[in-house]
């Protein structure tokens, strides 16, 4: 049961454009279209901000949008606000073995 | 209010056995399928267990299984961990999160609780 890959922290401007990148296998990520992203800010619960690769619930800003190609899932988030400065979790889920994955979290730095 | 709201975590020796409740409201929750999810002090998240609404498929993370346990009581509206046989690495704060729908198909979880903090010590 390996954790999903992503970087371990991406930085940008306010106003930029950032994508963080989670590599999983042919056995979770590639395998299904059950792909999402959450945001956590400190001390506080995380949030759904994507799911099914690139679908937003409702009330997320739709500078947040989400892909997929191969094994490998992406977030990207658009036009950069203070606010947006988070650990960003993503996460799919193994049906072959009914595992439940995480990548290990990257770190957004509005500069 | 939409909510969960985890409860029974504290202090507990190596070895030791420790149960959380997660009480959700504002939704039917016998409808849909709950999870815990553990995040270690400054580290990631972790996927701990999984339950459907009725029960009927559980799974768990390699790093638990066989020492924790997972139920749920649908008349109570409430969402269980029995933890047996700690260890220092399973301290963390234990999130209750909910999943999907029991008529949808997928895996996300889009309602948290706060959380609970378990912290093992020997």
């Known amino acids: 049961q390996s954790a999903l890959t992503q970087p371990a922290s991406v930085s940008g401007s306010p106003g930029q454009s950032i994508t963080i990148s989670c590599a999983g296998t042919?056995?979770?990520?590639?395998?299904?279209?059950?792909v999402s992203w959450y945001q956590q800010h400190p001390g506080k619960a995380p949030k759904l901000m994507i799911y099914d690769v690139s679908n937003r619930p409702s009330g997320v800003s739709n500078r947040f949008s989400g892909s997929k190609s191969g094994n490998t899932a992406s977030l990207t988030i658009s036009g950069l606000q203070a606010e947006d400065e988070a650990d960003y979790y993503c996460?799919?889920?193994?049906?072959?073995?009914?595992?439940?994955?995480f990548g290990g979290g990257t770190k957004l730095t509005v500069l | 209010e939409v909510q969960l709201v985890e409860s029974g975590g504290g202090l507990v020796r190596r070895g030791g056995s420790l149960r959380l409740s997660c009480a959700a409201s504002g939704f039917t929750f016998s409808t849909y399928n709950m999870n815990w999810v553990r995040q270690a002090p400054g580290k990631g998240l972790e996927w701990v267990s999984y339950i459907s609404s009725r029960s009927t498929t559980i799974s768990y993370a390699d790093s638990v299984r066989g020492r924790f346990t997972i139920s749920r009581d649908n008349a109570r509206n409430t969402l269980n961990l029995q933890m047996n046989s700690l260890r220092d690495e399973d301290t963390a704060v234990y999130y209750c999160?909910?999943?999907?729908?029991?008529?949808?198909?997928?895996?996300?979880?889009?309602?948290w609780g706060r959380g609970t903090l378990v912290t093992v010590s020997s």
């Open positions: 996460s799919s889920h193994a049906i072959s073995s009914t595992l439940g994955l």
């Open positions: 042919s056995s979770d990520i590639g395998d299904n279209n059950y």
């Open positions: 999160a909910r999943g999907l729908h029991s008529a949808s198909v997928g895996w996300y979880f889009d309602l």
